[in-house]
């Protein structure tokens, strides 16, 4: 337990750094997508969304998940369900967050190769979904509890914001 504490602050900053991938490289999704006829301006987003993920997102995802890990092995108590079902969700929504980071790098080569039909209001939308898991990653650990009804009301807020972002806009 003497180097948990390192462990655990180790984990904290290379969440934040992947975070901060999770939320700025879908805005330059955004960016990229409703300028795609200002070719110098689309090279240069380009760039910006390769060295984002690949040196910056990327190692920050792995630093994360390798210090979670660390952080288990050092106090597997963590793991028992009985007494700390929060790390159970944390660890699920933790998979999805995986999960969405993944696509961004789908989503970058699409848009890199001009192979990407999404649209900015996909993307604006897209960008909603890190800030939706975070919450709920940072509620469990903070709390350490589970509430299905905070999962719910956070779930159900997120999906009115994609909807309210997605929906068409009235022509007065």
């Not at 750094?17 to 805005?27: D, G, K, Q, V």
């Not at 090279?43 to 630093?63: D, L, N, R, T």
């Not at 990653?137 to 509890?145: C, F, Q």
Request: net charge positive; proline share 3%; charged share 15%.
């Amino acid at each position: 337990m003497e180097y948990y504490t390192w462990v655990l602050t180790f984990h904290v900053v290379a969440f934040m750094s992947w975070m901060a991938m999770l939320f700025y490289l879908p805005r330059l999704f955004v960016y990229h997508v409703e300028n795609i006829d200002k070719k110098e301006y689309v090279e240069i987003v380009k760039i910006q969304e390769f060295k984002i993920y690949k040196y910056i997102g990327h190692p920050a995802m792995w630093a994360t998940i390798l210090s979670g890990i660390t952080m288990l092995v050092l106090n597997p108590v963590l793991l028992d369900f009985n007494t700390n079902p929060w790390m159970y969700a944390k660890l699920f929504a933790l998979i999805l967050l995986i999960i969405y980071s993944f696509s961004l790098d789908k989503y970058r080569k699409e848009l890199h190769n001009e192979t990407c039909n999404k649209s900015g209001k996909f993307f604006r939308m897209y960008n909603e979904m890190p800030t939706m898991l975070a919450i709920l990653i940072v509620g469990y650990v903070i709390t350490k509890s589970f509430s299905l009804l905070f999962t719910a009301i956070i779930v159900v807020l997120f999906a009115y914001i994609s909807y309210a972002i997605m929906k068409p806009k009235k022509v007065i």
